[in-house]
């Protein structure tokens, strides 16, 4: 196991260096940074005092150790726009959007396991049509229109819930419906092929001669084995609704980090959008990492060599 | 049968609906098991074995459906329980053994959290208690540092030590009845002779009957007190073990009989033969005898109706026209070099 995790993180490092370059790149890419930085009335003179000052001159390879020992520390440079530190700025929406992806992922979980568990029961009923049914359109709907459905439904005409803001907790209901319902689909497919394949194996059999209730059969011995692969995906899903949550964001107009990001790159604050990039990724590199080891985790035959 | 009988079957069937036909794997099969004895069905594969013991226990694949004229397992009438009440009767006292130790074990849990769910199912006791007599078992079943082996998972122990600790869980609640269908099979030729030996040691300990599914005729020879001899979802001919071996009747059981070798009598090195010819189809009713194309004494009216059990005493029964002392003539004729 340790050596095994060990291997883990030290891919993920690897990943999270390559993505720090990426993202170091898109900024000095994206145009004249010292030019950007002095401002459009700065004489060419202002400009390469400020190149000097911000070691801009340096070579390429220089900016980005100087870049990422500031980053490790926890400055991400300063906006364009708001001339605030982008880490401050980060740091305050990034309390919306985990609350936004984690309740993305509940709603998921919440709607896919039990589906796929009944599904998986009975296969070809009903409950595994509409399981069906409702996984494909909901990898068919784009999610903007989707969200869009529920604030008509339940936001204008019910009046159930706000339509935007994240004043209580019931603003985050809809949004997470929105963008759970994206992911729901694939956990769907695979408790249900887990749970179908588990159900078939031998061991499943055993605990039937033992005489064992159908609870314990589903739940201690096929939901255990089946719910390996779903919970290495659930963590890896959820890097995607943390990043991917821009969209619904915007609809709701949450002020997450995904719609920061939507504005800054319509102000072209581009220090923000690199930064966003880069947090997001590394939140992807560490769930990614977290699925393996949970993955692991949950196999003795991975745990205990 | 000497004894009371802890299990009778009489009209046995198993139909399997598939979308080319009806499969008829078991076909209206009668025994008994008397308390204490050792039951073998023996039969090539794929001629119903696996799935009469399924039937008997009610664990049939979902498809599959059972009927059955009587099935009473210690004056319990089993056709007519509700699964409830099967799965009370289940681990309890009449007990499985599964052909494949690999997989047999659930690969999440520890052996004594396998072992001990068994008892704790059916017993009013702690964990404490159920983890006591899990040890008492491991050790009966040959298994040396049992307390450490409960922490133990399957992916840790060998094929061999899996099926022991299979036959320990079989063991957890006292069952009056043991059904291991091809308990040896995947398993090397020295592991095989010590599992056989352990079940045979550990059915006259406890006092159990078994009922021993088997492809193979030596494991019969070893084990068995009577046998029933299985071909194409029938049995073709059942009696005392002593008996079958010495004076087989129908044509197939003396092919089976050829192709084991005995000691004493087959030469090393000798030639084994197989019965040449492939099994009936499974589909639909039986038009006649099933070995019949396999059959070298075959002839015509073979082919036409059902044939029915000839019974030679109570013990003693084989499914051909052929009279038993053309029967009897034709074994003689076999075993003669
Ligand atoms: N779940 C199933 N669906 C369809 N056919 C099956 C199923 N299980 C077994 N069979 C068929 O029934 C026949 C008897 O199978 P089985 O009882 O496993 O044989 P044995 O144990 O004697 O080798 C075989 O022809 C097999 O292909
Ligand atoms: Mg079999």
Redesign the interface.
């Known amino acids: 196991m340790l050596a095994f995790a060990l291997k883990r993180l030290a891919l993920a490092l690897l990943v999270a260096l390559t993505v720090s370059i990426i993202s170091f790149s898109l900024l000095r890419l994206s145009g004249d940074l010292a030019q950007a930085l002095a401002g459009p009335s700065a004489t060419a003179a202002d400009v390469e005092a400020v190149r000097k000052a911000y070691g801009l001159d340096q070579p390429l390879w220089v900016q980005y150790l100087a870049w990422a020992r500031q980053a490790l520390h926890g400055d991400l440079g300063t906006s364009f726009f708001f001339k605030e530190p982008v880490a401050a700025m980060i740091a305050a929406r990034l309390p919306v959007t985990m609350t936004l992806g984690v309740s993305a992922l509940l709603f998921a979980l919440l709607v896919a396991l039990p589906l796929g568990i009944l599904a998986a029961l009975k296969p070809n009923s009903w409950v595994d049509r509409l399981a069906l049914t409702l996984s494909v359109v909901g990898q068919a709907l784009p999610s903007f229109w989707f969200a869009l459905m529920l604030m008509i439904l339940f936001g204008l005409k019910l009046r159930w819930l706000p339509i935007s803001g994240t004043a209580s907790w019931k603003s985050f209901v809809m949004p997470a419906i929105a963008l759970g319902y994206y992911g729901m689909p694939t956990f769907m497919r695979l408790t249900r092929a887990g749970m179908m394949e588990v159900l078939a ?3 499943i ?9 159908a609870p ?1 059969i589903l739940l ?2 096929a939901l ?2 089946a719910i390996v692969p779903v919970v290495a995906v659930a963590a890896v899903q959820l890097g995607f609704f943390l990043g991917g949550s821009i969209v619904i964001e915007s609809v709701f107009a949450l002020h997450g980090v995904g719609y920061l990001g939507w504005e800054s790159i319509s102000r072209a604050d581009f220090p923000v959008v690199q930064a966003i990039v880069l947090v997001l990724a590394l939140f992807y590199i560490v769930l990614t990492l977290l699925a393996d080891l949970l993955n692991a985790f ?4 991975i745990r ?1 060599g | 049968m000497i004894g009371e009988p802890i299990l009778e079957v009489e009209g046995l069937d198993v139909v399997i609906p598939l979308l080319a036909g009806t499969l008829r794997p078991v076909r209206d099969l009668a025994f008994a098991v008397a308390r204490g004895e050792t039951f073998c069905i023996v039969g090539e594969s794929g001629c119903g074995k696996s799935l009469t013991a399924l039937a008997l226990m009610n664990l049939l694949p979902r498809r599959a459906r059972r009927s059955a004229r009587r099935l009473r397992f210690a004056g319990t009438d089993l056709a007519r329980l509700d699964e409830r009440r099967m799965a009370d009767l289940r681990g309890d006292r009449i007990a499985m053994i599964f052909q494949e130790p690999m997989t047999a074990l659930n690969p999440a849990y520890t052996i004594g959290n396998q072992l001990e769910e068994a008892m704790l199912r059916h017993r009013r006791v702690s964990r404490a208690e159920a983890r006591d007599r899990a040890i008492f078992l491991l050790e009966k079943v040959g298994i040396t540092a049992a307390s450490s082996r409960l922490r133990q998972y399957p992916h840790q122990l060998s094929g061999g030590l899996r099926q022991r600790v299979m036959i320990a869980m079989a063991l957890m609640c006292g069952p009056e009845l043991i059904i291991a269908d091809e308990p040896t099979t995947a398993l090397d030729v020295t592991i095989q002779a010590q599992i056989l030996h352990l079940l045979a040691a550990l059915q006259r300990e406890f006092r159990m009957a078994v009922i021993l599914i088997t492809h193979d005729l030596g494991i019969v020879a070893r084990v068995a007190d009577r046998v029933a001899v299985m071909y194409a979802g029938q049995i073709v001919e059942t009696g005392a073990v002593a008996d079958i071996f010495a004076r087989p009747m129908h044509p197939y059981t003396q092919g089976l009989l050829r192709c084991i070798p005995v000691p004493g009598r087959t030469r090393r090195g000798a030639h084994l033969g197989s019965i040449p010819g492939l099994v009936p189809s499974l589909m639909g009713e039986l038009a006649g005898c099933g070995f019949r194309n396999r059959c070298v004494y075959a002839s015509p009216p073979c082919a036409a109706g059902g044939i029915g059990l000839v019974p030679l005493s109570p013990q003693r029964a084989y499914r051909c026209l052929l009279p038993p002392r053309e029967c009897a003539a034709n074994a003689a004729a076999a075993a003669a070099p």
Do not use: I, Q
């Open positions: 194996s031998d061991y059999r055993t605990a039937r001669a033992k005489g064992l209730r314990a201690k011995h255990r084995n949950l196999d003795p035959r205990v």
